[in-house]
């Protein structure tokens, strides 16, 4: 049976590969508000266009070597180029907690690094890195720990967004068929929010199995490239899915011929 150490490397590996996939898709197809993102450095509409598949296919080629050569410099990289790409919201003029609501992005890599993180850090860097032989517990303790507020930072920036009453989210409720958005905004936005503090406080694997559940049937009605918009949101159901293997197993008490025994659930 594969350790659940081994299943948090392997999910978050596939749902950083599965986040720059789907962001370098975007790179190619030329999507429209990456416009707003090139003008911060003052690159025009016509040169963004242009330099656009460039950015996308350095995306798409880090996501697949992770799935076929992982390394600890794209580990490291993915971490930083989330972040940048993520911090271009905010500095375009989007709500801050559109760089939050990306913490997947970001904090999947970052916790796949963590799990694999051996020092020093300079060393092997083009060495492939597969899960170690030994996982200490403090180690484990740090990818836990990261991954809770990985979720926590998802969960509360999208519930944020829905509070503030998002024009892509609320397109999304019109296209279900909701006819009071705001109310529906409203009630999505606290209860994301209180399932953010949740997991940051006291993290239950039956919430977050629930939770994953939600974020993965909730990022598939988008209006447009539902497809590459479900895959490039991969690193916050890896999170989600990672921070459940990393969640000790409940306990239970069942019966024996020689009196009651304290079992795993």
């Known amino acids: 049976m594969i350790q659940n150490e081994n299943k948090i490397y392997y999910t978050l590996r596939i749902a950083a590969a599965m986040c720059f996939i789907g962001h370098g ?5 030329g999507k429209e508000i990456w416009c707003n993102y090139f003008a911060v450095f003052g690159i025009g509409r016509a040169s963004a266009y242009h330099v656009m598949p460039f950015v996308g296919g350095m995306d798409i080629l880090m996501g697949f070597s992770l799935l076929f050569y992982p390394t600890k410099l794209v580990f490291g990289w993915l971490v930083i180029w989330g972040c940048f790409t993520a911090l271009l919201r905010p500095m375009s003029g989007e709500p801050f907690a559109e760089m939050i609501e990306r913490a997947g992005n970001y904090g999947a890599p970052l916790a796949l690094l963590l799990l694999c993180w051996k020092r020093p850090f300079f060393q092997h860097l083009f060495s492939i890195i597969g899960p170690p032989d030994e996982f200490e517990k403090k180690t484990l303790a740090n990818v836990k720990l990261c991954l809770q507020c990985v979720v926590f930072l998802l969960l509360f920036g999208h519930g944020v967004l829905n509070i503030i009453e998002k024009k892509g989210i609320m397109q999304q409720y019109t296209a279900l068929g909701f006819s009071n958005l705001a109310i529906v905004a409203r009630f999505v936005g606290v209860f994301e929010i209180t399932a953010s503090l949740s997991i940051l406080i006291s993290p239950l694997r039956q919430v ?12 598939l009605f988008y209006p447009h490239w539902e497809l590459f918009e479900w895959i490039e949101r991969g690193g916050s159901y890896g999170a989600l899915l990672a921070l459940w293997f990393a969640l000790p197993k409940s306990k239970t008490w069942i019966k024996r011929p020689h009196g009651p025994r304290l079992m795993e659930a």
Do not use: D
């Not at 898709?25 to 197809?29: E, H, P, Q, T």
């Not at 199995?209 to 909730?218: G, R, S």
């Open 208 to 219: 977050v199995v629930f939770l994953l559940v939600w974020k993965i049937a909730t990022e």
């Open 25 to 29: 898709a975007f790179g190619i197809i």
